[in-house]
Each structure stands twice: as structure tokens, then as C-alpha cells.
């Protein structure tokens, strides 16, 4: 019987630059910090965690940039903002509240199988930050590879 494959651990956090209102694809910065780790697992699972609340990660379609800004459209319409918004807190400004609830709605954290040293994505996924502030600041991502 062979033996049973010793479970692995890595974890890094990197930091992304700052990226104006919208959503962003981020799959190949994500891919060139992790990739000497990720090769290391046969079949695990990749945890993102966003250290913010007013970004959010998710995962859509990677080709069209389109959708990108159909998105960032629709998140636009759906949360008001301004002086006619119903947010009592307006203390970082008029977009502060909104960006908490559009992160709210897509979240800070994804997890993606490997397989063989790979992100196991389809075809047309990429991972996005969404940023939901006017004025951005650097982000930062903890990722947390586990597998054998």
C-alpha cells in the first residue's frame, strides 16, 4: 500500500497597486506571485482574503473587458450614492458607504481548486478586484495554498 501524501502548507500576502474605480483582472499578477508555490501541490485549494472593506474579489469572465465595465455599471445603479443616498455614515466620504455595501454583495474571499500545480479555472475565468473607492489606495491579498 503506498503511503498516504503528507498534507502542504503556504501562504503569502501581496500586495496589489492601486487600481482606479472599477473591476480589474488580476489573474496574471496572482499567477506570477504564487506560481513557485502552486507548482508545488498536485490537488489542494487556493484561499484568496481581501485585507479591505470597500474592494471585493470575484471571479467572472476574463476575455471581454466589457463586462468589466458593465459591471462596475450595474453596481453603480443598483447602490446610489451622493447627497440623495440614505447612508448616515459619510464620515470617509460619499463613496465610503457604497463601496462597504458593493463589497458586501461580492466578498473578500474566493477559493479555487489546484490541480497539478494549476488553478483549476475555466476557459474564460479570471479573477478581479473590484475597487469600489474614487480615490484608491494599495491592496493587499493573504493566499493560502493547501494541498498534497
Known amino acids: 500500500m503506498a503511503a498516504a501524501a503528507t498534507p502542504k502548507w503556504a501562504q503569502k500576502t501581496i500586495a496589489l497597486p492601486p487600481h482606479k474605480r472599477g473591476c480589474h483582472l488580476i489573474t496574471?499578477?496572482?499567477?506570477?506571485?504564487?506560481?513557485?508555490?502552486?507548482s508545488e501541490f498536485k490537488c489542494g485549494l487556493a484561499h484568496l482574503?481581501?485585507?479591505?472593506?470597500?474592494?471585493?474579489?470575484?471571479?467572472?469572465?476574463n476575455y471581454d473587458s466589457d463586462v468589466r465595465d458593465d459591471t462596475?455599471?450595474?453596481l453603480n445603479k443598483i447602490v446610489p450614492e451622493g447627497n440623495s443616498a440614505p447612508w448616515k455614515h459619510t464620515l470617509e466620504g460619499p463613496d465610503d458607504?457604497?463601496?462597504?455595501?458593493?463589497?458586501?454583495?461580492?466578498?473578500?474571499?474566493?477559493?479555487?481548486?489546484?490541480?497539478?500545480?494549476?488553478?483549476?479555472?475555466?476557459t474564460w475565468q479570471g479573477i478581479w478586484l473590484c475597487e469600489h473607492r474614487d480615490?484608491?489606495?494599495?491592496?493587499?491579498?493573504?493566499?493560502?495554498l493547501n494541498g498534497i
Open 28 to 38: 496574471p499578477k496572482i499567477l506570477k506571485d504564487i506560481s513557485q508555490d502552486l
Open 49 to 61: 482574503f481581501l485585507l479591505h472593506t470597500s474592494a471585493s474579489l470575484t471571479i467572472n469572465e
Open 72 to 74: 462596475e455599471t450595474f
Open 97 to 122: 458607504m457604497p463601496a462597504h455595501i458593493k463589497s458586501s454583495m461580492f466578498g473578500c474571499t474566493l477559493t479555487i481548486p489546484i490541480t497539478n500545480g494549476k488553478l483549476n479555472m475555466g
Open 135 to 144: 480615490y484608491p489606495t494599495s491592496r493587499n491579498i493573504v493566499i493560502t
